[in-house]
């Protein structure tokens, strides 16, 4: 059954209001012919404050200088065609709030008056999302890089310039910032065929500790992490790089002292032992004197006396270099 | 026991590191200076664990001449403040830990034998540990065997086996000529 007119303009005028995105119609000079419900409830300016007159222009843009240079720029636009598309803007709603909006217009014929539908899409959250993401990845405090298919650098973190030295302008659209981490060719072709071998195997790699050279000349161990990501065909890695150096020197630190005060500990004690057991068999056999036997006594106390004070020195160093050790312990080792 | 050392050895005045276990250091001390007496060498002892008065009884009861040894004692001091040295047979230091004066006393001791066929003895590297850091005998010992070197004498570290850390028993191992685990 053939609509008419009437029902035409009904479902046309539902479909408008009920539409998601700001709907505007334009007439020349901007005047609004029309205003539908999610340019009310964005915006919040009714209808019957919109219709009629431009006035709305000044009010979503109310910072004059703002206002020019969209202006000029939508003209720049329209010099060369007459619709703009994705034309991103800032608009301050009725309640003060600013709200970012995506715009798209169409010329639409309309007898002797040409108008334009303008339809714009609130981003402000999705951008805020991105913002937000963004700003995880760049504050996060692990080195991330994200590369394209090509290896080229598409995201270098704040941590990433930070551990390298190497700014995000230094190295993002190129390639070349590994030949800089690591100089060295013969270590640089070791470092790519083993992760070569653990790509081809695994498409990607976990906790793989390399030695960078920083920007400053420091060596610094990082401890890479790989994945895939992406969709529809085109795959990005991304690389999180966690600086592990002051890990590593604590830990051999940690083993060095442990070694040393094993060997100051364990075999000292075996020599007292065997001191006063021997020193006791020749008691036995009558060849001491009571002032070597003594000597003896004192010097192994002696022994023993030292041996408690390394101990001490090394509850002492333990608790120095592990801050997460609970109070009642830090206390008790601290003696 | 079969000799511990190569008689070739000793006379090209090498330099040892003898490893043994606790309870055996003593009994390898005095088979040490047993086999090295026989081949006509005058041994300085240094030793930070038993009175000097005490070696030098085992000795005795071993067989071993008392005017092939002479002694330099870190722990008779210790208990008794006023022991007098016995020019020849023992000089005394205050402690272990002094190791300026163990070195005096070494060069000392070693040029007043040098007209004699001479090994340094030192007893023991791991008695050393209860008093010293790794770092400061490492350090010490590189200063007596550059010496040993430079005065062209033959020298031996006692140490107990299994005792010493991987990085402490590598710069030791440079140090020396040979290393002879006894246990």
């Not at chain 1, 969709?231 to 002292?257: N, V």
């Not at chain 2, 005017?67 to 330099?72: G, K, Q």
């Not at chain 2, 008093?131 to 400061?136: G, I, K, R």
Request: with cysteine.
């Amino acid at each position: 059954m053939e609509k008419t007119n009437e029902q035409k303009s009904s479902v046309e005028s539902g479909i408008l209001d009920n539409a998601l995105v700001m709907i505007a119609v334009l007439e020349e000079r901007g005047r609004i012919v029309s205003w539908n419900h999610a340019a009310e409830t964005i915006t919040g300016y009714s209808q019957q404050e919109v219709i009629g007159s431009n006035l709305i222009w000044k009010k979503l843009y109310p910072d004059k200088d703002y206002r020019t240079v969209i202006t000029l720029k939508i003209a720049g636009i329209l010099k060369t065609k007459n619709f703009f598309e994705n034309l991103e803007t800032t608009i301050r709603t009725r309640s003060g709030e600013s709200r970012t909006i995506l715009w798209n217009t169409k010329k639409i014929p309309s007898g002797d008056l040409p108008r334009t539908i303008t339809v714009g899409m609130d981003v402000t959250n999705e951008q805020e999302a991105m913002a937000f993401r963004g700003s995880i990845i760049d504050n996060a405090y692990v080195l991330i890089a994200v590369l394209g298919p090509l290896g080229t650098i598409l995201v270098w973190n704040k941590a990433a310039e930070r551990i390298t030295g190497y700014s995000p302008e230094e190295v993002i659209g190129r390639r070349d910032i590994w030949k800089k981490l690591y100089p060295d060719a013969e270590y640089r072709r070791a470092i790519t065929q083993k992760i070569s071998r653990i790509i081809f195997e695994s498409n990607y790699f976990e906790n793989l500790e390399t030695t960078i050279l920083t920007k400053s000349g420091d060596r610094r161990i990082i401890s890479w992490n790989t994945r895939q990501i992406g969709a529809g065909g085109i795959y990005h890695e991304i690389a999180i790089g966690r600086d592990i150096s002051e890990q590593r020197k604590a830990e051999e630190a940690l083993i060095a002292y442990m070694t040393e005060m094993t060997m100051r500990l364990k075999q000292p004690v075996g020599i007292i032992s065997s001191t006063l057991l021997e020193s006791a068999q020749m008691v036995r056999e009558g060849v001491l004197t009571t002032e070597e036997i003594v000597l003896v006594l004192e010097g192994q106390a002696r022994n023993a006396t030292q041996i408690a004070a390394n101990i001490q020195e090394f509850q002492t160093a333990i608790v120095d270099r592990d801050r997460s050790i609970p109070e009642a312990y830090r206390k008790f080792l601290e003696g | 026991m079969p000799d511990i050392f190569d008689v070739q050895d000793l006379e090209q005045k090498k330099i040892f590191l003898i490893l043994a276990t606790p309870g055996m250091i003593r009994e390898r001390n005095i088979e040490i200076i047993k086999e090295i007496s026989a081949q006509g060498y005058h041994t300085v002892v240094i030793t930070t664990n038993f009175p000097y008065s005490i070696l030098a009884k085992l000795y005795a009861q071993s067989g071993i001449p008392g005017e092939s040894v002479t002694f330099i004692d870190a722990v008779t001091r210790n208990s008794i403040g006023n022991a007098q040295n016995i020019p020849g047979v023992v000089r005394y230091i205050n402690n272990p830990t002094n190791l300026t004066d163990m070195g005096i006393a070494v060069t000392e001791v070693l040029h007043e034998h040098s007209e004699k066929k001479i090994c340094i003895m030192y007893d023991s590297v791991s008695t050393m540990l209860i008093y010293l850091s790794s770092a400061n005998i490492s350090k010490f010992i590189h200063f007596v065997t550059n010496k040993l070197r430079l005065m062209d004498v033959s020298g031996i570290f006692l140490a107990v086996e299994k005792g010493l850390d991987p990085m402490l028993m590598t710069q030791l191992t440079t140090f020396v000529d040979k290393v002879i685990d006894t246990a």
